[in-house]
């Protein structure tokens, strides 16, 4: 009843699944063979552990400084393609209320016990601020990216505020442009 029909043959159905690794998981008598001429070969465990850490050093040395100078390549995936450049230039071309929105906070804060009106007026006043700044620094981009990517439907305004949002000398990638230069007409 639970058992095998006799036409099946167990030698044929064994394929390569789709997604695998391409190759049959090696045997103990296998492994163990690797595992002894990697220690012929003068590769102990623990220097091939410190080589690889060398190598992933080397490799996230190399990220930093990619990220750092704003290579296509080393980005993350969020960070990639031409419209998400032009958005990162657009809003680091500009100095925006937003940017300042942290700093203001922690005067606020610290004005609170000494002049809370003084503090909830300011507190009123930066975030009208912000909300205004920001309003319009959304629809000037909006409006360059449809004339310069018309082709492109990608939404970047939720980028271009989290990145007018924070510090400008604490974004990542780092800014490429410098304030009130005028951005290329190419991307």
């Not at 929105?101 to 003084?118: E, K």
């Amino acid at each position: 009843m639970f058992r095998r029909s006799k036409t099946e043959d167990p030698t044929t159905s064994v394929a390569a699944k789709e997604g695998g690794k391409g190759r049959p998981t090696p045997t103990r008598k296998e492994a163990e063979a690797a595992a002894r001429a990697r220690a012929k070969a003068g590769m102990d465990k623990k220097a091939a552990k410190q080589l690889l850490r060398e190598r992933r050093s080397e490799q996230n040395a190399k990220m930093r400084q990619g990220l750092k100078t704003g290579e296509e390549r080393y980005l993350p995936a969020r960070d990639q393609g031409p419209v998400r450049r032009f958005a990162r230039d657009f809003v680091d071309v500009r100095i925006s209320a937003a940017e300042f929105l942290l700093p203001l906070l922690i005067v606020i804060m610290t004005t609170q016990s000494l002049a809370p009106s003084f503090s909830n007026g300011l507190w009123s006043a930066t975030i009208l601020l912000v909300a205004v700044d920001t309003t319009i620094m959304v629809f000037r981009l909006r409006r360059e990216v449809r004339r310069r990517f018309p082709e492109e439907t990608q939404k970047v305004t939720g980028y271009a505020i989290l990145r007018a949002l924070q510090i400008r000398w604490l974004r990542l990638p780092k800014p490429q442009v410098r304030i009130g230069q005028r951005l290329p007409d190419r991307y």
